[in-house]
C-alpha cells in the first residue's frame, strides 16, 4: 500500500517562504510520477505542479510558475514544494499525489493521495 504524507505547512505572511514535503512509503517511488495540489475552503482541488520519476521533467500552474519549485529526493523517497513570495491567494490545504495516468493537471489521473498540510498566507 502506497502512502503519502504531507508536512511543512502553517501560517507565514504574504511574501514570506515555505518549503513542503512529501514522503512516501510503500512501492518503488523510482517509479512514480508525482504532483501537487492544492484546494482552498469552497473551491475545487488545483493543479499545482509535477514532477516526473526521474525529476527531469516538472511542470507548474501558471498561477505559480516562477514563485513555486517541485523537486524530488529519489534517495529520500520525498518530494519537496519550494513556495516563495507567497501571497493570500496561496491560501490552502496543500496535497501530494501519485500520478497514474496520462494528464499531468487532473486530479482524476492520481490515485494515492495524502492528508494534506494547511498554508495560510496572511496580508
Known amino acids: 500500500q502506497v502512502q503519502l504524507v504531507e508536512s511543512g505547512g502553517g501560517s507565514v505572511q504574504a511574501g514570506d517562504s515555505l518549503r513542503l514535503s512529501c514522503t512516501v512509503s510503500?512501492?518503488?517511488?523510482?517509479?512514480?510520477?508525482m504532483g501537487w495540489f492544492r484546494q482552498a475552503p469552497g473551491k475545487e482541488r488545483d493543479f499545482v505542479a509535477f514532477i516526473s520519476r526521474g525529476g527531469d521533467t516538472t511542470s507548474y500552474a501558471d498561477s505559480v510558475k516562477g514563485r513555486f519549485t517541485i523537486s524530488r529526493d529519489n534517495a529520500k523517497n520525498t518530494m519537496f514544494l519550494q513556495m516563495n513570495s507567497l501571497n493570500p491567494d496561496d491560501t490552502a490545504v496543500y496535497y501530494c499525489a501519485r500520478r497514474f495516468a496520462l494528464t499531468r493537471n487532473n486530479p482524476r489521473h492520481y490515485d494515492y493521495w495524502g492528508r494534506g498540510t494547511q498554508v495560510t498566507v496572511s496580508s
Open positions: 510503500g512501492g518503488t517511488f523510482t517509479t512514480y510520477n
